[in-house]
Structures are given as structure tokens and as C-alpha cells.
């Protein structure tokens, strides 16, 4: 079963935005090559359902999303510590752009329903999400 992202806090079908096979992001509730917006391969990132060198966007170390190829600390586009997305290398809790419970997507550092932005059903690298959620 694919991993489903739902707009807010609903699970409903029709709140579908994207659907995750485990390699690959899909546009929907489809998982259709033709609907892949990007492909995951445990490091890199690329657009599509290339695997090729000239569609690779981001690469994720575990704790940083680089810009590119490149793993140089000037890089860094977002980081994680597992729970938090946080902007640039920063883990200050000023940065958190969003918070991760396992299940929903807050808004910043705030776990309340109100500022929930997303619900996963599933389970999807946190680093992939935070390409998603950009």
C-alpha cells in the first residue's frame, strides 16, 4: 500500500495531494509512471523518474538536504533532527519551518490541530518530505 499525503488533518481521498511508493513521489492518488514528480533512490533526489546525474535536485544525508550533488556545509538548504524541518543548517527553534509528529505536518514549532498542514498515512523519509513540504 502506498504511503498517501492528505492535505490538513483529513483522510479522505479526495484530500490526496501526493502518493509514495517507496522510491517514488506521485502527483494524486495515482502511482502511474506518467504522475511521478520526483524518484528517491536513499541519498538522491531526482526530478521525475529519472535516475540521471542531469535531473538529480537535492541530496539528503539523513540530517541535510543539499542543493545538487554536493554535500559542502555552504549547501545546505534544509536539516533535520527527525521531528523538526528546519531552513539552512540551523536547528534553532526561530528557523523550524515545520514539525513532524509521525502522522501530521505542523506548522513551525507548534503541534496544535489548528496549525496542522498535512497528514501522512504511511511511512516516508523525513528528508523526502522536506523537499515535498518546500
Given at each position: 500500500m502506498?504511503?498517501?499525503?492528505h ?31 520526483y ?96
Amino acid at each position: 500500500m502506498a504511503t498517501t499525503i492528505h492535505r490538513g488533518k483529513s483522510t479522505s481521498g479526495s484530500d490526496i495531494l501526493y502518493s509514495f511508493d517507496g522510491k517514488s513521489i506521485f502527483k494524486g492518488r495515482s502511482t502511474s509512471g506518467s504522475d511521478i514528480v520526483y524518484t528517491f533512490d536513499g541519498k538522491h533526489i531526482y526530478k521525475g523518474r529519472s535516475t540521471s546525474g542531469s535531473d538529480l535536485l537535492y541530496t539528503f544525508d539523513g540530517k541535510h538536504v543539499y542543493k545538487g550533488k554536493s554535500t559542502s556545509g555552504s549547501d545546505v538548504i534544509l536539516t533535520t533532527d527527525g521531528k523538526s524541518i528546519f531552513k539552512g543548517r540551523s536547528t534553532s527553534g526561530n528557523d523550524t519551518l515545520y514539525t513532524f509528529d509521525g502522522r501530521h505536518v505542523f506548522k513551525g514549532r507548534s503541534t496544535s490541530g489548528s496549525d496542522t498542514l498535512y497528514t501522512i498515512e504511511g511511512t516516508i523519509s523525513i528528508g523526502f518530505l522536506a523537499i515535498l513540504l518546500r
